[in-house]
């Protein structure tokens, strides 16, 4: 069983009957999707109750964005990059990244790793589509999990610090390989009085911490802005 208590044989069932409706009406949109997955769910009832788990939690789901932010329909689209074809979404725009990922995943039927990338930068699943840069009819690339080198960049990089109000830049050297949090780190051995409240910055967006120099977008001599909670305060 998974954790929605549907046993693999019944999911397979699934999503080989999903595919068959996919193949039958290529242009089946979202309200045609819960429709095929109802018929399924009463043909498969009587035979694995889990189903029920299932079924409730898609129907929350849809009832959750149906009433999300009351946002506007957008389009997105995902362009595989290991075969060209293009699948495409329809998504409330108040919508979160994991959502557009699942309803693809419903249409493309793929179980493979996969990575999805926006503007050359891994997509964060928690985050809402707005706060990830995404807008109506933006397209997303998708790869497969193993298309993507599994060893880390190699080498040392080099990332500028650059504290707001001060022309003392400070350079650091750090693996390629290694989290942003180790950059950082290097930093504030080199720094005199740190502040603790610093945030970190780089295009326009506050770093994480945990994610890896690729994952953040950091490339060799990339420049990173230094602020402090005191230089918000003073801006309001």
Do not use: C, H
């Amino acid at each position: 069983m998974n954790n929605n208590g549907i046993d693999p044989e019944t999911y397979n069932k699934f999503l080989q009957f999903m595919q068959q409706q996919n193949m039958n009406n290529p242009n089946m949109n979202m309200n045609n999707m819960m429709n095929n997955q109802n018929m399924f769910y009463n043909n498969n009832m009587m035979f694995n109750p889990g189903m029920n788990n299932f079924m409730n939690m898609n129907n929350t789901n849809q009832n959750q964005s149906q009433g999300q932010n009351n946002g506007q329909d957008w389009t997105l689209y995902f362009v595989r990059k290991y075969d060209n074809n293009k699948i495409t979404i329809q998504i409330n725009s108040g919508d979160t990244v994991a959502s557009a990922i699942s309803r693809y995943k419903i249409k493309s039927l793929e179980e493979i790793p996969l990575i999805f990338t926006y503007n050359g930068k891994p997509l964060n699943s928690q985050l809402s589509l707005s706060a990830s840069g995404l807008q109506n009819n933006a397209t997303i690339t998708v790869e497969k999990g193993s298309s993507i080198p599994n060893k880390a960049p190699q080498g040392f990089w080099t990332f500028i610090f650059e504290k707001k109000g001060e022309n003392k830049p400070i350079s650091v050297q750090v693996e390629a390989s290694k989290k942003v949090k180790d950059a950082i780190n290097s930093y504030k051995s080199k720094v005199n009085n740190f502040d603790p409240t610093m945030i970190f910055i780089f295009n326009s967006k506050t770093l994480n911490e945990e994610w890896t120099m690729s994952q953040a977008g950091l490339r060799d001599n990339s420049k990173i802005l230094v602020i402090t909670t005191g230089d918000i305060e003073g801006a309001n």
